[in-house]
């Protein structure tokens, strides 16, 4: 019996080689019992004309499922199905029963009250993506990270790609974080002073359950990063939101009875503002005055194409009291969920048994591919091209902006991926961005930034590190009018 031609169909926006699409279309067959054992696979040159690939693409997918034994070949009949391909499992399911849990009862806590924006999953579909975060297919240097990711895959790296590091971390990624990423922020740190971690926001949470308690006060920006802010409400500790004002975190509105300052000093999230060095350093005589320790959040320093960047809080700090927190995440792209953070060897000894009672330590494969990324000099030409097309993108929409007469509330003085801005008070900019989504316009509302209660609810950001230069200008007239006609 043999299989019909049309049974076989590439999807519009399939994964991988048109070769690797035929393999995994014909296993995929296989596995979930639609072409049984004994049937016969359509001829190269027939299934090459009904896909309309090469015939070479057909005969190497039909070669490898040979190799793995999915399909048998029966000299110039053609190819099988082989008796030896995985047989998919027969089984009746269970019946379920009807829970008798009452969910209501049995959760001793909620994490999913919170409310972090969500991106929606089509984004990349959307005609103007203001979305923040977000990585560019444009900008990756997706080759030489494949390359990277090879090489990591070698005989030579066995040991970081299947070894249990346990508690510690690939020492060529922390030697070129030591080396290269902390002096460009007037850093020096010891190996036994650096800990990869899963992302930012793991650091932070980390940083939160060693740090504080629940006789402790953590002090967060207002707005801030709603992360931040959700892990600290379900933390024991008290919260303390401080407003900010055009140059971040004002020191003279700590309140006294402080433990824990977390700050947004080069980029502030999310009003993008970057804080002066006299208020870095009155920051720093503050925390001193208070006995507190400060964890500073440095994402998108990277990303300074208007000027140098100022220097890292960690780098003025003497005495020891400054955690600092980085991440791949934004630079090279968010699904990386690659991250570090640095802080005097007593607080990275408690991190690091903290993150290995946890998840013991990040993919070993993931560090080892970086670490190549990093030192061959790939990680470097992204950040310029990255720059360079932000810069672009960045002009682009302060010329948008000013023409249509919307209102800017934070604009990074160095550069950053995104603005601040503000319609009039009467706009809940919640309800703007759905309409907005019916003109395939994206743009993230700014309410889930501040603390509550009575959140502002005429703020929003615009993201413009994932939209097209010549998109920008079209997209703000959308917004514009939306505004206009609310």
């Known amino acids: 019996m043999s299989i019909s031609v049309d049974t076989f169909f590439l999807e519009l926006n399939g994964q991988g080689t048109l070769q690797a699409q035929i393999q995994q279309m014909i296993a995929e067959g296989i596995l979930s019992g639609r072409f049984h054992v004994g049937e016969k696979?359509?001829?190269?040159?027939?299934?090459?004309?009904?896909?309309?690939?090469?015939?070479?693409?057909v005969t190497l997918a039909y070669t490898e499922l040979l190799a793995n034994d999915y399909l048998t070949s029966k000299g110039r009949s053609g190819y099988y199905v082989s008796e030896n391909a995985p047989v998919p499992p027969k089984y009746t399911p269970t019946p379920r029963g009807n829970e008798t849990v009452d969910w209501n009862t049995a959760l001793a806590r909620r994490f999913s009250d919170?409310?972090?924006?969500?991106?929606?999953?089509?984004?990349?579909?959307?005609?103007?993506?203001?979305?923040?975060?977000?990585?560019?297919?444009?900008?990756?240097?997706?080759?030489?990270?494949?390359?990277?990711?090879?090489?990591?895959?070698?005989?030579?790296?066995?040991?970081?790609?299947?070894?249990?590091?346990?508690?510690?971390?690939?020492?060529?990624?922390?030697?070129?974080?030591?080396?290269?990423?902390?002096?460009?922020r007037g850093i020096a740190a010891r190996p036994e002073e650096i800990l990869i971690t899963m992302g930012a926001q793991n650091a932070l949470w980390l940083a939160s359950r060693i740090l504080l308690n629940r006789n402790r006060t953590a002090v967060i920006e207002d707005p801030c990063y709603y992360a931040l802010r959700d892990l600290l409400n379900h933390s024991d500790c008290k919260v303390a939101p401080v407003a900010v004002d055009r140059d971040g975190l004002p020191p003279e509105a700590l309140p006294d009875q402080t433990d824990v300052i977390f700050t947004t000093p080069s980029h502030q999230s999310p009003t993008t503002a970057t804080m002066p060095v006299d208020r870095r350093t009155a920051l720093l005589a503050r925390a001193r005055e208070l006995d507190a320790m400060v964890v500073e959040d440095d994402y998108e320093f990277e990303m300074a194409f208007l000027g140098a960047p100022s220097p890292a809080l960690k780098s003025m700090d003497r005495d020891g009291r400054v955690i600092y927190v980085g991440s791949f995440s934004k630079s090279l792209f968010p699904g990386l969920r690659l991250g570090y953070m640095v802080g005097s060897e007593p607080f990275i000894r408690e991190a690091r048994a903290l993150r290995s009672l946890v998840l013991r330590h990040p993919p070993g494969h993931i560090q080892r591919t970086a670490a190549y990324f990093l030192s061959l000099g790939h990680y470097d030409a992204q950040i310029r091209r990255m720059s360079k097309a932000l810069a672009q993108r960045r002009a682009a929409l302060d010329q948008a902006v000013e023409q249509h007469g919307l209102t800017v509330a934070g604009r990074g003085v160095l550069g950053g991926s995104s603005i601040w801005m503000s319609a009039s008070d009467h706009v809940d900019t919640t309800r703007l961005a759905k309409a907005l989504q019916g003109q395939s316009v994206h743009i993230e509302p700014g309410?889930?930034?501040?603390?509550?209660?009575?959140?502002?609810?005429?703020?929003?950001?615009?993201?413009?590190?994932s939209i097209a230069p010549d998109r920008i200008a079209p997209g703000i007239k959308r917004i514009a009018e939306a505004i206009r006609d609310y």
Do not use: M
């Open 447 to 465: 309410a889930p930034f501040f603390s509550e209660p009575n959140r502002p609810r005429n703020f929003y950001r615009l993201g413009y590190s």
């Open 114 to 184: 919170g409310d972090t924006l969500t991106k929606p999953a089509d984004w990349r579909d959307y005609r103007y993506p203001f979305i923040y975060g977000q990585a560019d297919r444009s900008l990756f240097d997706h080759a030489n990270w494949r390359l990277c990711a090879v090489r990591a895959l070698g005989h030579k790296d066995f040991d970081s790609l299947t070894g249990d590091y346990v508690d510690q971390d690939d020492p060529l990624l922390v030697e070129f974080i030591a080396r290269h990423t902390l002096p460009r």
């Open 41 to 57: 696979l359509p001829s190269s040159r027939k299934l090459a004309a009904h896909l309309g690939v090469s015939r070479i693409t």
